[in-house]
């Protein structure tokens, strides 16, 4: 156990839903990150949070948002599914200050019908 | 061009063998380089990091680093079948508040017995 905890661990909804994909980090740290792997295109950093505060956007399409509650666990919300959204949806925390302090959750797999 | 380039394999090689993993990237301002393992169905955990050039040995695992060339290696020696996995190098810049990292599409690696 990595101590980030993601649920759910499967989801399979069909085109045009939206889910909501919800991450626990590791006791005392303050960072989120969102991570989505497909095959074509690798593991892609979609956004981080910090302390409830959004830090930092990468390739994260408009239908796609984020939150960071005052607990610290984060929800990645996911509208308008398309079958390329399908693939795996990581959440990662890290101890702020390192990029190599990051531990990965284990992971959503979302697959859209 | 993607700003960070690993060959997908997949790797086949027998128990024992010495194993050599590379990556290559476009952008220098990356100042830490990563190496993470994936098992199937699980979250990437971290191997080994290098800041900045230079060499790094932890057990049976060395990372380098040229960036000159803008060349990372990962090198695995007397492989064992537990080290068949999926391997990603992963690569930050450094400074700032957004650790973002930007990984490698991964290379299958199977050690056979």
């Known amino acids: 156990d990595s101590g980030v905890t993601q649920t759910p661990k499967h989801l399979i909804t069909a085109t045009g839903q939206r889910v909501t994909l919800r991450c626990s980090p590791r006791s005392g740290d303050l960072s989120v990150y969102w991570y989505q792997q497909s095959l074509d295109q690798g593991l892609q950093f979609l956004i981080q949070y910090y302390n409830g505060e959004e830090r930092a956007k990468g390739n994260i399409l408009e239908r796609f948002s984020a939150q960071q509650f005052p607990d610290l666990h984060s929800e990645l919300n996911l509208s308008s599914l398309e079958l390329g959204d399908s693939a795996l949806y990581f959440c990662a925390s890290s101890v702020d200050g390192v990029p190599y302090g990051y531990t990965f959750g284990s992971g959503t797999r979302l697959t859209v019908v | 061009q993607k700003e960070v380039e690993q060959d997908p394999g997949p790797l086949s090689v027998p128990e024992g063998a010495i194993v050599s993993l590379n990556c290559t990237y476009s952008n220098s301002a990356f100042q830490y380089f990563m190496w993470y393992r994936q098992y199937s169905r699980k979250g990437p955990e971290l191997l080994m990091y290098?800041?900045?050039?230079g060499n790094k040995e932890d057990g049976r695992f060395t990372a380098q680093v040229d960036k000159s060339s803008k060349y990372i290696s990962l090198f695995i020696r007397d492989s064992q079948p537990s080290d068949s996995a999926t391997y990603l190098c992963a690569m930050s810049m450094s400074g700032g508040s957004n650790y973002k990292l930007t990984f490698g599409k991964g290379t299958l690696l199977t050690v056979n017995p």
């Open positions: 290098t800041y900045s050039s």
